[in-house]
């Protein structure tokens, strides 16, 4: 009697659980990869498969993006961190003890910023107040912060480092990003 085939873990290879995947979107992983196979979406660009889903099966924007991303991850067109062109990002946040005008400031103020961000060269391309900054680094990687708003003394940001080469520097800038938040809430601290 021959083996049955091993069943593909996509949850594992997503990064999202089919229980949480099925309560926000109404389908688990083997439905999603069905549907989206049916429909050619591993030929497809990212934005189209985006827009099936959303368009096609009724899912708001971010859970969208989520089984598009989870589905390009199952079908080995990226890996997590990495985006669908090749390059690789690193995400951190952190929620601070200050209202969101306080965190905002400390970041796009050059010296208060100089204070947790010490001798890095870097050039802010947009800044909204108390809602976000993009920076561009001065080896021409990127870094978007997003400020948001808790409560009247709570604020998060989150920042995401983008067009990094490789995993091996989105996992160093994930501890670099770690490290340098906690010295911001230090500051805000005192």
Do not use: N
């Not at 083997?30 to 899912?59: M, N, Q, T, Y």
């Not at 709570?154 to 520097?169: E, I, M, T």
């Amino acid at each position: 009697m021959a083996a049955r085939p091993k069943k593909t873990d996509y949850a594992a290879l997503s990064g999202i659980a089919d229980d949480t995947l099925e309560a926000r979107t109404g389908s688990r992983w083997e439905k999603w990869v069905k549907a989206l196979d049916h429909r050619g979406a591993a030929e497809l660009p990212h934005r189209a498969i985006v827009d099936i889903v959303r368009a096609e099966f009724g899912v708001g924007d971010w859970w969208a993006q989520s089984v598009t991303v989870g589905y390009e991850r199952i079908k080995g067109l990226r890996e997590i961190g990495q985006r669908r062109a090749g390059s690789y990002e690193a995400s951190r946040s952190k929620t601070f003890s200050v209202p969101v005008a306080t965190l905002f400031a400390a970041c796009a103020d050059a010296r208060q910023r100089a204070r947790w961000l010490k001798g890095l060269e870097l050039t802010v391309r947009t800044a909204t107040p108390s809602r976000s900054m993009r920076i561009t680094w001065a080896d021409g990687t990127s870094v978007e912060m997003w400020f948001q708003d808790k409560a009247a003394d709570k604020s998060s940001l989150q920042v995401q480092h983008v067009k990094l080469g490789s995993k091996a520097d989105a996992e160093a800038r994930k501890a670099f990003w770690s490290e340098r938040l906690d010295a911001l809430a230090a500051l805000l601290a005192k």
